[in-house]
């Protein structure tokens, strides 16, 4: 089969969605500002039916094809081949025709292709250190429920899986949502993670999580596909495909307790290197700074130097009354000089690390996230200072240095786009007809 179309515009962004209505068995509650952009599968000739059926839902799914006739243009295939296999899919409702799409030309029109909230739901866990944000969300984007849940890694991977477990089913039933219905969860993490294998490897801030089956346990309970990522290369991953398909290569930098980074490919895939490790720059050494102790057990990283934790217990040792991170973003809103002061400087030996990683990945946007980044512009300013300082013109000349468009929320959608592209894959496709 081929797939014909070059460019990955699947979609304008729509405009915000603010409803509540019953759609086969679903509450769907929409709140889609900014739906997330889905990949295109790639060029191939292979003909195999999930191979096919997974092309078929992911166009769709995309919106790069709302109707047969688009399938038809988009794949190469006859239209006899894609009705035979798009039957299937539509007999089992995974795939409804629902109103009219935009046709060019006269002659009939076309019935709108959508893939039905009664296929099921992908599930996404963004979880840190003491609270996790959950969603619930069908296959159409639509968003069924969200929450926000207490819980404390520090405990361990029993309680911490515990409160994740029961957070789900509670979001899953404020969703009326039954917990076979879910057919992915995905679920990010604040420390390193083994991707592949679903397990964290040595978390610095998640003591007795080294090597513990997340994927697995939660595969269990759940009885669905589970992806397990760092936390920031969800959000990486959400704010590229939250934005258009030619402002990646995109690196996502999360200034918080630490420094995590997390880099989009121009095709909108993660890249995370050989062992899921690309894009950990906290533990990038900066120089000047060898007696300052990373919770990694190294010295001089640059996250044990200049992320919002570290100016925080500076602050403190000077006899600031800073007690959180979110204290220091409240003095960074007011404009109180001493914090403005202290986070200029953190943003120096930040900018000389983002410099060094211009040089080398050549990214086409660098997005800045993070509470203290929200809170102020000193933040975005003094790296941007840097960067355009220390990088040659020829890495910065297109380079976008911005704040991220979803704050918040963009692990939440790049766990959203994981997911439905997982459900989608020809290896799970054949699941939703079951």
Not at 65 to 81: I, M, N
Not at 199 to 206: F, L
Not at 280 to 305: K, L, Q, S, T, Y
Not at 325 to 354: K, M, Q, S, Y
Request: glycine share 12%; charged share 20%.
């Amino acid at each position: 089969m081929i797939y014909k179309h070059k460019s990955h515009h699947l979609f304008s962004f729509r405009s915000l969605i603010r409803a509540q209505h019953q759609h086969n068995g679903f509450v769907r509650r929409a709140n889609v500002a900014r739906p997330i952009r889905l990949t295109l599968p790639q060029v191939t000739g292979r003909t195999e039916t999930s191979v096919v059926r997974s092309s078929l839902t992911r166009l769709i799914a995309s919106g790069a094809a709302p109707s047969r006739v688009a399938l038809v243009r988009a794949t190469g295939l006859s239209r006899t081949s894609v009705n035979t296999h798009l039957e299937p899919l539509l007999a089992a409702g995974v795939v409804v025709e629902d109103g009219q799409a935009v046709t060019e030309g006269r002659g009939r029109p076309a019935h709108r292709l959508a893939l039905a909230p009664r296929a099921g739901v992908v599930a996404v866990a963004d979880v840190g250190v003491h609270s996790a944000r959950l969603a619930v969300v069908d296959l159409d984007q639509a968003e069924l429920a969200r929450r926000s849940i207490s819980l404390d890694l520090a405990l361990g991977p029993d309680p911490g899986l515990a409160a994740l477990e029961q957070g789900l089913r509670d979001a899953l039933a404020e969703a009326q949502v039954a917990p076979s219905a879910v057919r992915c969860l995905v679920v990010g993490l604040p420390g390193p993670v083994d991707h592949e294998r679903g397990r964290p490897v040595r978390p610095p801030i998640m003591p007795g999580w080294d090597g513990f089956p997340v994927g697995d346990t939660l595969r269990e309970r759940f009885g669905c596909p589970v992806l397990v990522d760092n936390d920031v290369n969800l959000m990486a991953l959400g704010e590229a495909r939250a934005r258009p398909p030619e402002e990646s290569p995109l690196l996502y930098i999360e200034i918080g307790a630490g420094i995590g980074g997390g880099l989009v490919a121009a095709d909108g895939a993660l890249h995370g290197g050989a062992d899921g490790a690309a894009g950990d720059i906290g533990h990038v050494r900066v120089p000047g700074a060898d007696d300052v102790v990373c919770v990694c057990g190294n010295v001089g990283c640059v996250e044990a130097v200049a992320s919002a934790g570290a100016v925080v217990r500076r602050l403190r040792e000077g006899r600031e009354d800073l007690a959180t991170i979110e204290d220091l973003a409240g003095r960074l809103r007011t404009g109180d000089p001493v914090a403005v002061r202290a986070v200029r400087a953190a943003t120096e030996p930040i900018g000389e690390v983002v410099a060094s990683l211009v040089h080398f990945y050549n990214p086409r946007t660098i997005v800045i996230g993070g509470l203290i980044s929200a809170a102020s512009d000193d933040v975005l300013a003094g790296v941007r200072s840097v960067v355009y300082r220390r990088a040659l013109p020829l890495a910065t000349r297109n380079l976008l240095l911005v704040h991220g468009v979803l704050g918040d929320g963009a692990g939440i959608a790049g766990g959203v786009a994981a997911g439905i592209e997982a459900v989608l894959a020809p290896d799970h496709i054949d699941a939703l007809l079951g």
